[in-house]
């Protein structure tokens, strides 16, 4: 177990170190102190799950990025591979500028998407025609 966390605490500190940030600010932009982070990538302790999926979600990764390729190997990885391939028949379809604004919705506007996603499908259908309503009237 501690191989793991050592393993898992390199990949995060690469990837860190990749994006010229330091733990100080990893920390503040996955609502994590930065004594997590620090004690994650030296291999001392290990984040819960939404933890790291904070912390992955800042570094622009998946958990499958942090773990071992033996813990990977037995997943089906398909899943992945179909979604990539649902993404791109619908970026395919879309003028420059669109996909521009929807990758700055995506990129600065995460926390909307994910409450989105949690509202009931009443609330949803109710949100999506109001805001089809505002962009009409546009």
Known sequence: MNELKKYIGTKIKDYRKE????????????????????????????????VMIKICEVLGITLYDVLPSEITKNLDLNVLDRNDERINIILSTMAPEDIEIAENLLLNHMSFLKDFNNLTPEAKQYLTKFIDSVLNNS
């Not at 990893?26 to 819960?48: C, H, M, P, V």
């Open 19 to 50: 994006l010229k940030i330091t733990s100080v600010e990893l920390g503040k932009l996955s609502n994590t102190s930065q004594t997590t982070i620090s004690g994650i990538e030296r291999g001392d302790r290990f984040a819960s799950f939404e």
